[in-house]
């Protein structure tokens, strides 16, 4: 009964109920139930690169049709257009992928230093070590025997002592390491090709008028990008596209009005 219940359901559609409910562990008829739930829950949030795809993707979707209508608002010719274009589309395409790819892997670096520097003072100093424990501890509310039961639990396991004290005394999780080279390479991609979009209009000579035809285009993208951020955050899909869709707008016009701007001072 519950497998067929959950299979009536979308996975954003369980997850955005059981938010708005507040109170999950009510609403379920048994444990196994609640199980299901909870297992299609972490699986529908826990995409590792979905955040960079949507990032990436409204970066490289933004960003090129802001240098095509710059460019197109400068009465700039369809060649120049075009080479603008793919500039910014590789250029800040691999700025993007690399700056992330720099940043996971500084990230990674700056855990890893730590964690060798409380697994050598867990090993040289294990009493001052306990006695930071215990005060952690009592200053949550623990009493004095508690908090003494519960060092002494986390002394008995040197991996999950680090792992406490990594993230009550530098505030770092013990989560899954992240590969900073995927990461990138999902940036970059998504990039390329949300961003390749706005181009096909002036690449492919099918259109009257390829300016009006790339604005529609991503006009459609941002709106899905950012309907697509519903996957990671609590935000509604109607929600998400409308404000990826002002955002985008708003970027845009401002490039557009500046390249006309600019080509009628200079001109």
Request: hydrophobic share 45%; proline share 2%; aromatic share 14%.
């Amino acid at each position: 009964m519950a497998d067929l219940c959950f299979k009536k359901m979308t996975k954003d559609k369980i997850f955005k109920t059981a938010y708005k409910q507040k109170e999950q562990g009510q609403n379920f008829r048994s444990h196994e139930e609640y199980k299901l739930f909870e297992k299609t829950l972490h699986h529908q949030v826990s995409g590792r690169y979905l955040g960079d795809m949507v990032f990436g993707a409204n970066d490289g979707i933004v960003t090129t049709f802001a240098v095509v209508a710059g460019a197109f608002g400068g009465d700039l010719s369809l060649v120049v257009i075009i080479i603008l274009g793919f500039a910014n589309l590789l250029g800040d395409g691999f700025s993007m992928g690399l700056g992330n790819y720099l940043g996971i892997k500084s990230s990674l670096n700056y855990k890893q230093l730590q964690r060798t520097k409380e697994e050598w003072e867990v090993e040289h100093f294990p009493q001052a070590e306990k006695d930071e424990v215990q005060r952690i501890f009592l200053k949550k509310g623990f009493s004095e025997t508690k908090a003494q039961t519960l060092t002494d639990l986390y002394a008995s396991n040197k991996e999950a002592w680090v792992d406490f004290m990594m993230n009550e005394e530098h505030g770092i999780s013990s989560e899954e390491n992240n590969s900073p080279a995927r990461h990138g390479l999902a940036t970059f991609m998504a990039f390329f090709f949300a961003g390749l979009l706005p181009l096909l209009p002036f690449i492919v000579p099918i259109f009257n008028n390829p300016f009006i035809a790339s604005a529609v285009v991503t006009l459609l993208v941002l709106f899905s990008v950012g309907a697509f951020r519903s996957k990671i955050t609590t935000v509604s899909w109607w929600q998400g596209g409308l404000e990826m869709l002002l955002i985008g707008s708003v970027s845009s016009g401002a490039a557009y009005f500046i390249g006309w701007w600019l080509e009628r001072l200079l001109a």
